[in-house]
């Protein structure tokens, strides 16, 4: 019996260690970016990446803000981003209530094949997406950024689906007997039910509309409109040599992700321990 406890712990810590690494490594980079952003100029170079900003100085930022104003490029982000977000959650709930649900001629060859389009690689889609918005003249528009996204992915979709159908579908049968309609089901036992897989659709999608990149370079020509990542790949090719420019500005974008996921991040490892246990 001793024996065999010594070995669940053995093998218990390998994988916490494991782990540890594993997250450690993810994250350095990050961690290394953020730290350097606050070196000085003099010593950015001089000093290995994981070094400590010792002094640290905010003097990098004001560089950027007086050179490259950033404050434009993070508006235009966070209104693209926050409009798809909002639009995903609404148009992906409903779509994954009635392919979960609802009974209906082909829903499952219809869902299929929608899933089957996650298949289909972006850049594949590009060219195409840019001539219809080009015919319909919303290039180098808010519309532009916007329309291909606001109406839900095959990723979010399922993601939701999968989740829905976790819950009891007797709870439903119990509220249809009270006569509750089908958006009244939704609206007062779905979705309070489904908080956490919402989160982490929302954090999803709001971090993948904030790093998007090739669709926003075709899509946009002038300043009103180009979000963040255009920014930065624009600065890049300006500064390209100047790292106390470009590091800070590569915090600047990743300062709100990280807050988005510690908004939310008990919400996303909930709605992960509820979907498993399916």
């Known amino acids: 019996m001793a024996t065999k406890r010594i070995g669940q712990r053995v093998r218990g810590t390998t994988v916490y260690l494991l782990l540890s690494i594993g997250a450690l490594l993810s994250v350095a980079p990050y961690l290394m970016t953020l730290n350097a952003a606050f070196k000085p100029q003099s010593t950015l170079l001089s000093t290995q990446a994981w070094t400590p900003a010792a002094p640290a100085t905010w003097s990098n930022f004001t560089e950027l803000w007086r050179q490259y104003d950033m404050s434009g490029f993070i508006v235009h982000t966070t209104i693209v981003a926050g409009v798809i977000t909002i639009g995903q959650l ?103 039910l489904s908080k956490p897989i919402l989160a982490t659709l929302a954090t999803i999608t709001f971090v993948n509309t904030w790093n998007g990149l090739l669709w926003p370079l075709m899509a946009t020509s002038s300043e009103r409109d180009e979000v963040v990542t255009v920014g930065i790949a624009a600065l890049q090719g300006q500064f390209a040599s100047e790292l106390h420019i470009l590091l800070p500005a590569a915090a600047v974008a990743l300062l709100p992700l990280v807050a988005i996921f510690l908004l939310f991040q008990r919400h996303i490892v909930r709605s992960i321990a509820l979907t498993g246990l399916k």
């Open 90 to 192: 609404v148009f992906t709930t409903m779509s994954a209530y009635a392919f979960a649900r609802l009974d209906f001629p082909g829903r499952e060859p219809l869902f299929w094949g929608f899933i089957a389009m996650m298949m289909v690689p972006q850049i594949v889609t590009l060219i195409p997406l840019f001539l219809i918005m080009s015919h319909l003249q919303l290039i180098d528009t808010y519309r532009a950024l916007i329309l291909p996204y606001v109406f839900g992915t095959p990723y979010g979709i399922f993601l939701v689906r999968q989740y829905f159908q976790t819950i009891p579908a007797d709870l439903e049968a119990a509220a249809r007997i009270d006569g509750a309609g089908t958006w009244t089901i939704l609206r007062r036992i779905m979705l309070p």
